[in-house]
Structure formats: C-alpha cells, structure tokens
C-alpha cells in the first residue's frame, strides 16, 4: 500500500513535486529554522500522490476531461456548475481506504505530542503552487479547528475537491496552466490559539513600491483569516532591515487600523467552526502587539527570507504568515512563500501617475498601488450580482473574496468598505496592476452602480475616489538609458508615504524633507498644546486632542514617537544616502491652524516676515515645543540608527541668530559634529549671502531657498496674485544672488545646494548652476528627470566657474 503521509520533519523545499509549495515551505521551516529560534507548528502531509492515484481511478479522468475540456470560463453560471460537478467527482474518488487509515494514524501521533483532540488546520497546497508568476493564493480550499479524525478525514476530502473551484479553475486557464498537470496535496497543522490571541501577514519588502529594505507587518486580533478576506483594517508596522542587522531595535512606522472584528473558535466541540465577534473599542484604540513583539516577528522575517535566498540563489522577498498564542503568549510562523508581486516588476521603466484637476472627493480609504483610473462604478453585494459585472466598470463592495477573481480581472479598479492593505482585494489588485481603495468606509453607500468616478492612488497612503472622470497623466521613462551628472540630484519629500516609491527611483538623496508637512499631515496638534492643554479655551480641542494621545506615555511621547516615525521613515528610504531635514518652518497663521493652536500663536499681518524659522526655537513662547522637535530628531539618529539625518535650520536672520540655534540644539542632545551630526542652514534671506563667510563658520552646509530669496531680494511677496507676475528667479539680481552663494560656499569649504523648485520650472537655471559648481540640486520627483537631463547638457559644457 502507497504511504500517503510525510511528517513536516521529512519534507523541505526540494519537496514541491510531492507536497505543493505551501507544504513544502512548512517543512523546511520546521526542520530547517527551528534551530534558529523561527517556532512553527508541528504537523503532516498528505501528498499529492494520493490525488494522483484517485485520478487513476476508473471512469474519473474521463469525467473530468468530458466537464472541463473546452470550457469557456466567461460564461460565468456554466463554470459554476461545471466546477460543482468536477468537485463532486473528486470528493468521492478520495474516500478510500487506505487514506482514510493512514490520516487516521497520523492524527493519532499528533495527539500524542499535542494531546487527544488537538486543533488543527487543514490547508491545501498545489504542486505548481508559488512559481515566479503565479502564486495560486486563495484559490484552494482551507479548513479550522477541526478537531477530531473523522471531521479531520471529512475536511481534507473537501480540501482535495477544492482543486476545481471555480476561482482555480478560473485560474489556471488566465495563468496557462494544464488542469490535468496540477496536483493537490494537503498539510494538516496544529493550530495556535490565536483565536485568543493575534495573527497577521509580514512581507519583506513594501507590499506598493516594491522597496526591498522593511520588513511590512500587519496584523489583527484573533484568527488571521479576517485580513486576507478583508474583513478588518490591521494595525500595519514598518522594521527597518539595515539597522536592525546593526542592532537598533525600534520600530520605523506604525499605523492603527481598525480591527473591527476578531475571529474565534465555534462552540467547543464544533469542529471547524468559527465564529466573528466585534471588538470592544477599549482594545481596538491599542496595537494587537507590542513594539518588542513586532521585532521578533521582523528578525523571524529576515532570517527566513535569508535562507530562502540562499536556497534559491537569488533575492527571494518573501510573503509570511505569523500567529500568537493567547494561550503561551508565543509567537509563531505559520506560513511562508515567495512574495510573487512587488518583487517581479521591472525596474528599468519608472511609472508615474498624476492628476492634472481634482473633483469632489467621494470617499477615502487605504491606497493600494500608485496608479489612477476612472470608469464607472458597479455595486456587487454578493455572488448573485457577479454576472452583472462589464469590463472596464469599478468594482464597489463591502469586501471581495477568491470567487470574484473572474470579475476582477475585468475590472479597471476596486473600492471596498473594509480591508487593509493585505486583504483579498488588495492582494488581487496588485497582481492585476489595477489601483484600489481599501477600507473606504461607506463606499457601498456613496457610490451607486453607474456612477462616473476616478480612483487616485498617487497621492500617499491615501486613496481618493473623486466625483466624475479627472484627467490624469502618466510618465513613463525608461531608467537604463537615464545619463547620470556628476552634480547630486536630490528630491524634497514632503510626506512619508511616497519616501519607499520616490527613494526608487534614481537620485542622490533628499535634499529637502519638510518637517512641517509631517507636523501637519500625521501629528496635527500644536506641541505647546500637547504641553499646555491647560491654556486650550476650546473643551472640543481638549477632548480631541485626548483621543489623539490615548495609548502614549505622555501627550509629549505622542508628539515625538509620531514624529520621529515620519522622519524615520524618509531617512530609512533613503539610507544610506543624506537626508536633510528641515526644522518646522510654520508660519504663525499656519501654527495657529494646527489643533489647540491659537492659543500659544500671536496674530501677524504678515507671517511670512513674523516669527518664523530659527527666531521661534530659543524664544521663550516656543522652546519647549523645540524641544520635542530636538528630541524626535534625536531618537531617528541615536536609537533608529539613521545616521544619514542632517539637519537644517529654516530663515536664520543672522549670524547672532544661529549661534543661538546651535546652542540651543547642543543643550537638547542635537551637538554639530557629535556622532557625525552635520547641521546646514538656509540660505534664503539676502544676508545669509551677505556674510556668507560668516555663517561658514555655524553651519556644515547651505541649501539655497529659491522662493524665499527671490521674494526678499526682488521685495515682492509671493502670496499675493497682484505682483507675482514679479515674482522670477530668472532675474539678473537673482542670478547674482546664486553665483555670491555658490561662490562663496565653496570658498569656505561647505556643501552648497539648491531646493527651491527653480531649477525644475526652468531648465536654464539648472544648467546655471550646474557652470557655477553647485554640489547638489534637489526638485520635487516628478522633476527629476527632467533636471538630471539639463544637468547632464550643462556638464557637457563649458567647465564649470571657478574649477
């Protein structure tokens, strides 16, 4: 008699053929990873060839053949009921005895390790399953908590059968794959009480851009299965790999989802049953895991997708499910597989999308991909609804599952209700290369079928559905024949989100990342309000900002640990390249709209001259709120291990003013030199040029402010429409403002850039500077190539003044 059954002991990577990809991955973390602390569940495998000795069975090829040869899968009613019957035919050409025994006889040595009616899972894994371009993900059927062997036998007949959902069948005829040359096997897994715990998915890469250095955790209370159906939002965490292998231990980036449901075991006794219960709002406003917990799980990552690697003999970025243990309080591994998405794109041409209008915005949720698209809306509420769908249409549901793929495929884009970035939709969409908006609260509501919308995923981690059809353009610029110059270009980054996509893309490091817009777009409260609440008049501001900080130390640890995750995360993308840092650059009217604000800000008739940049960080009205700046900065340097920070004081009047700064910075741990801390200035006010050599002395380097310096040496105010046709960096006194600042720079021995956006809007004034011997030149990144280009024919040129 064939033996049907290997334990995870006996089986490893080179196991595909017998055991299917899942299966196989499971055994060579059980017998390959344990030894380096990585815990999975123990458990055994029915093999494929049992399958393939129930096809053999008389009159059950034939039948198969008869059903699915010539099938036309777009006839969405005749592919479900000729996947029924092929499902019928294989549930009963499995029931046999000698599998029956010999599952029987596995379950029981089961039991002796884990103890008489021990949970398990029961999965299948095709023997094509995780080849480069296809990953067979939810086509197949799984099965919970199943807890004694009849019920064990019951469910993998079931599993066997689910070769011929519809979805697979689906499948493999998109995916040019032979029905009758795909083989099913099935792993049998004891399950971890995360039930009472958590679960979740890691992926070593970032799941949108493809950026190869975090790890991207996700995770939910309870049975891990609510995420990929997308039933949840999940909390999502960011580990920097670099660092982590130089031993800093601190999470880059957190973002709290929703988790609005946790799923649990069916009543004792019921086995393979599960139910979904709500999640009390006291435990949805915290993380599911804690910080140290997300590190264990980013080192268990990085050692598996290490040894994948060197088993593959190549970068292998892998997709990995994790569960902890209400039970034991552990973490474990209960699956991995080759990321088969981000890591297969190509990088020799970068895609671009961008808006040219807006329109009214319909709904928001979670962003998956960068792309646009518009079309009009179709409302699925059910399988019912499927044969409805035409191509082309916006898909619009609570959630999707793996029986909607057909429709997917069609579809030029999706918006659910629920769901994060790791659940069903979002996981399809990427591997269709279509934009979704996920976790689009009242999207169902908003959006009836018929509607014309534009779905945005190219402005962050935000995704818009705006109202009609929006223009939008796309870039495409292939990378291989991009000319590099020898002077820097940078990029200036305003927010976090686009830092993984924009570091990408080719450049020399961020030359300008704003402080403020990460003030403003993911703290939003006034730091001497998070000090001072007492001074807040308003009872609304005090209570919002309550909630804000719900979870924190102190409001103070708030502000840092939101702000050092932000600038964090920048520094990461790029590392180890420089990355300057503005210091808060707000204006008063601007500090004032920042919630709890107008208590602590005076009113200017004009800010943009008020107190602004390095006058506010030693004045008495706002040095503790600089302080928390000081102290976020420190912690991305010291404690995240992103060395690459420099840091640059915004509108320092004079000289007298920046040796306040530095001192000020010192006092607050931020000491010029100290751990190779190198502080610039701007150098945007006509005196910065003016007494340049004096300045030379305070600061490491200059970044000329474009906008600024125009407006003060042409005296015209750029906020105002009636002189801005003044307003022109081209000027001839404009022009001899850069060439005293490059000049005198470089007499002085200090790095000397640019980050306004003139030399983007005017090629001209790249090539300018380029002949004057600027260092660097840092444009928002749409505007890079086209920079690198003007670079590249000013180099050609002439040689550079003062070589």
Same mark, same amino acid.
């Given at each position: 008699?064939?033996?049907?059954?290997?334990?995870?002991?006996?089986?490893?990577?080179?196991?595909?053929?017998?055991?299917?990809?899942?299966?196989?991955?499971?055994?060579?973390?059980?017998?390959?990873?344990?030894?380096?602390?990585?815990?999975?569940?123990?458990?055994?495998?029915?093999?494929?060839?049992?399958?393939?000795?129930?096809?053999?069975?008389?009159?059950?090829?034939?039948?198969?053949?008869?059903?699915?040869d010539?099938?036309?899968?777009?006839?969405?009613?005749?592919?479900?009921?000729?996947?029924?019957?092929?499902?019928?035919?294989?549930?009963?050409?499995?029931?046999?005895?000698?599998?029956?025994?010999?599952?029987?006889?596995?379950?029981?040595?089961l039991?002796?390790?884990?103890?008489?009616?021990v949970?398990?899972?029961?999965?299948?894994?095709?023997?094509?399953?995780?080849?480069?371009?296809?990953?067979?993900?939810?086509?197949?059927?799984?099965?919970?908590?199943?807890r004694?062997?009849?019920?064990?036998?019951?469910?993998?007949?079931?599993?066997?059968?689910?070769?011929?959902?519809?979805?697979?069948?689906?499948?493999?005829?998109?995916?040019?794959?032979?029905?009758?040359?795909?083989?099913?096997?099935?792993?049998?897994?004891?399950?971890v009480?995360?039930?009472?715990?958590?679960?979740?998915?890691?992926?070593?890469?970032?799941?949108?851009?493809?950026?190869?250095?975090?790890?991207?955790?996700?995770?939910?209370?309870?049975?891990?299965?609510?995420?990929?159906?997308?039933?949840?939002?999940?909390?999502?965490?960011?580990?920097?790999?670099?660092?982590?292998?130089?031993?800093?231990?601190?999470?880059?980036?957190?973002?709290?989802?929703?988790?609005?449901?946790?799923?649990?075991?069916?009543?004792?006794?019921?086995?393979?049953?599960t139910?979904?219960?709500?999640?009390?709002?006291?435990?949805?406003?915290?993380?599911?895991?804690?910080?140290?917990?997300?590190?264990?799980?980013?080192?268990?990552?990085?050692?598996?997708?290490?040894?994948?690697?060197?088993?593959?003999?190549?970068?292998?970025?892998?997709?990995?499910?994790?569960?902890?243990?209400?039970?034991?309080?552990?973490?474990?591994?209960?699956?991995?597989?080759?990321?088969?998405?981000?890591?297969?794109?190509?990088?020799?041409?970068?895609?671009?999308?961008?808006?040219?209008?807006?329109?009214?915005?319909?709904?928001?949720?979670?962003?998956?991909?960068?792309?646009?698209a518009?079309?009009?809306?179709?409302?699925?509420?059910?399988?019912?609804?499927?044969?409805?769908?035409?191509?082309?249409?916006i898909?619009?549901?609570?959630?999707?599952?793996?029986?909607?793929?057909?429709?997917?495929?069609?579809?030029?884009?999706?918006?659910?209700?629920?769901?994060?970035?790791?659940?069903?939709?979002?996981?399809?969409?990427?591997?269709?290369?279509?934009?979704?908006?996920?976790?689009?609260?009242?999207?169902?509501?908003?959006?009836?079928?018929?509607?014309?919308?534009?779905i945005?995923?190219?402005?962050?981690?935000?995704?818009?559905?705006?109202?009609?059809?929006v223009?939008?353009d796309?870039?495409?610029?292939?990378?291989?024949?991009?000319?590099?110059?020898?002077?820097?270009?940078?990029?200036?980054?305003?927010?976090?989100?686009?830092?993984?996509?924009t570091?990408?893309?080719?450049?020399?490091?961020?030359?300008?990342?704003?402080?403020?817009?990460?003030?403003?777009?993911?703290?939003?409260?006034?730091?001497?309000?998070?000090?001072?609440?007492?001074?807040?008049?308003?009872?609304?501001?005090?209570?919002?900002?309550?909630?804000?900080?719900?979870?924190?130390?102190?409001?103070?640890?708030?502000?840092?640990?939101?702000?050092?995750?932000?600038?964090?995360?920048?520094?990461?993308?790029?590392?180890?390249?420089?990355?300057?840092?503005?210091?808060?650059?707000?204006?008063?009217?601007?500090?004032?709209?920042?919630?709890?604000?107008?208590?602590?800000?005076?009113?200017? @008739?004009?800010?943009? $001259?008020?107190?602004? *940049? %390095?006058? !506010?960080?030693?004045?008495?009205?706002?040095?503790? /709120?600089? +302080?928390?700046?000081?102290?976020?900065?420190?912690?991305?340097?010291?404690?995240?291990?992103?060395?690459?920070?420099?840091?640059?004081?915004?509108?320092?009047?004079?000289?007298?003013?920046?040796?306040?700064?530095?001192?000020?910075?010192?006092a607050?741990?931020?000491?010029?030199?100290?751990?190779?801390?190198?502080?610039?200035?701007?150098?945007?006010?006509?005196?910065?040029?003016?007494?340049?050599?004096?300045?030379?002395?305070?600061?490491?380097?200059?970044?000329?402010?474009?906008?600024?310096?125009?407006?003060?040496?042409?005296?015209?105010?750029?906020?105002?429409?009636?002189?801005?046709?003044?307003?022109?960096?081209?000027?001839?006194?404009?022009? @001899?403002?850069?060439? $005293?600042?490059?000049? *005198? %720079?470089? !007499?002085?021995?200090?790095?000397?850039?640019?980050? /306004?956006? +003139?030399?983007a809007?005017?090629?001209?004034?790249?090539?300018?500077?380029?002949?004057?011997?600027?260092?660097?030149?840092?444009?928002?990144?749409?505007?890079?190539?086209?920079?690198?280009?003007?670079?590249?024919?000013?180099e050609?040129?002439?040689?550079?003044a003062?070589?």
């Open positions: 008699m064939a033996n049907y059954i290997r334990s995870f002991l006996e089986i490893g990577l080179n196991d595909v053929g017998l055991v299917g990809g899942k299966t196989a991955s499971l055994g060579e973390l059980y017998s390959a990873l344990a030894s380096q602390g990585v815990a999975v569940p123990n458990g055994f495998a029915i093999t494929a060839d049992a399958y393939r000795d129930a096809l053999l069975q008389p009159g059950v090829a034939e039948e198969l053949h008869r059903l699915l010539g099938l036309d899968k777009r006839k969405i009613k005749q592919l479900a009921a000729t996947a029924a019957k092929a499902r019928a035919v294989i549930y009963k050409a499995m029931d046999t005895a000698p599998i029956r025994e010999q599952i029987v006889e596995a379950y029981r040595q039991e002796k390790e884990a103890g008489k009616g949970a398990v899972a029961v999965r299948s894994s095709a023997t094509a399953e995780d080849l480069p371009n296809a990953s067979f993900a939810g086509q197949h059927e799984s099965f919970l908590n199943v004694d062997a009849k019920d064990l036998f019951e469910a993998c007949r079931r599993c066997f059968a689910s070769i011929f959902t519809d979805r697979a069948i689906s499948y493999r005829i998109d995916n040019g794959f032979d029905h009758f040359k795909v083989f099913l096997s099935v792993a049998v897994m004891k399950m009480r995360s039930d009472i715990g958590a679960s979740g998915v890691i992926f070593t890469l970032d799941t949108e851009s493809g950026f190869r250095d975090v790890v991207f955790v996700t995770g939910c209370y309870g049975l891990g299965e609510t995420i990929v159906q997308g039933q949840v939002d999940p909390d999502e965490f960011y580990v920097h790999k670099p660092t982590l292998a130089q031993g800093f231990r601190r999470v880059l980036r957190r973002r709290l989802g929703g988790k609005q449901i946790r799923m649990i075991y069916g009543k004792r006794g019921g086995s393979h049953a139910l979904t219960r709500k999640v009390p709002d006291a435990e949805r406003r915290k993380f599911c895991i804690s910080d140290a917990e997300v590190l264990n799980l980013a080192d268990f990552a990085v050692r598996i997708e290490a040894h994948y690697s060197k088993h593959a003999g190549r970068p292998m970025p892998m997709d990995i499910e994790w569960a902890k243990d209400g039970a034991d309080g552990k973490l474990y591994i209960i699956q991995a597989r080759p990321e088969t998405v981000a890591s297969q794109r190509t990088a020799d041409v970068y895609e671009t999308y961008a808006l040219k209008g807006r329109g009214a915005v319909v709904v928001t949720g979670r962003a998956v991909g960068e792309k646009i518009a079309g009009r809306t179709r409302r699925i509420a059910g399988a019912r609804d499927l044969s409805n769908f035409k191509p082309g249409e898909l619009v549901a609570p959630a999707t599952s793996p029986d909607w793929e057909p429709i997917m495929k069609i579809a030029a884009g999706i918006i659910t209700d629920k769901g994060g970035r790791t659940c069903h939709a979002a996981i399809v969409a990427r591997e269709l290369g279509i934009p979704a908006v996920v976790g689009a609260t009242h999207a169902t509501e908003k959006l009836k079928t018929g509607t014309n919308v534009t945005s995923c190219a402005e962050g981690d935000i995704g818009s559905v705006y109202q009609g059809t223009a939008f796309v870039t495409r610029t292939p990378v291989s024949e991009l000319k590099q110059p020898r002077t820097a270009i940078m990029v200036n980054v305003g927010t976090p989100e686009i830092a993984f996509r570091a990408m893309q080719p450049q020399g490091g961020v030359g300008l990342a704003r402080m403020e817009f990460i003030i403003s777009e993911h703290i939003g409260v006034h730091p001497m309000a998070l000090l001072k609440p007492g001074k807040i008049a308003s009872a609304k501001a005090k209570a919002a900002i309550a909630r804000m900080v719900q979870g924190y130390r102190t409001p103070a640890d708030f502000f840092i640990a939101r702000l050092s995750e932000g600038v964090g995360t920048i520094a990461a993308a790029f590392y180890p390249k420089p990355v300057i840092v503005r210091l808060s650059d707000f204006k008063t009217n601007e500090y004032a709209s920042l919630l709890g604000g107008e208590a602590f800000e005076p009113r200017e @008739e004009n800010p943009m $001259l008020g107190f602004r *940049g %390095a006058s !506010r960080y030693s004045h008495p009205a706002y040095a503790e /709120g600089f +302080a928390l700046e000081c102290a976020a900065l420190r912690r991305v340097r010291e404690e995240m291990g992103l060395s690459n920070l420099r840091i640059m004081v915004p509108f320092c009047r004079t000289v007298e003013e920046g040796k306040r700064v530095i001192a000020t910075m010192a607050n741990g931020l000491k010029r030199g100290e751990n190779g801390l190198e502080i610039y200035v701007m150098c945007e006010i006509p005196n910065n040029v003016i007494q340049i050599d004096a300045f030379s002395q305070l600061f490491d380097g200059f970044s000329i402010g474009s906008n600024d310096l125009t407006q003060l040496t042409l005296g015209v105010d750029r906020d105002s429409d009636i002189v801005a046709f003044d307003f022109d960096e081209r000027d001839p006194g404009m022009l @001899e403002m850069f060439r $005293l600042a490059v000049t *005198g %720079a470089r !007499r002085n021995g200090r790095h000397v850039g640019i980050c /306004g956006e +003139a030399p809007n005017y090629p001209e004034i790249a090539r300018y500077l380029t002949q004057l011997g600027i260092d660097s030149i840092s444009v928002n990144p749409s505007s890079v190539f086209r920079t690198m280009a003007a670079v590249v024919e000013a050609a040129g002439p040689a550079k003062g070589a």
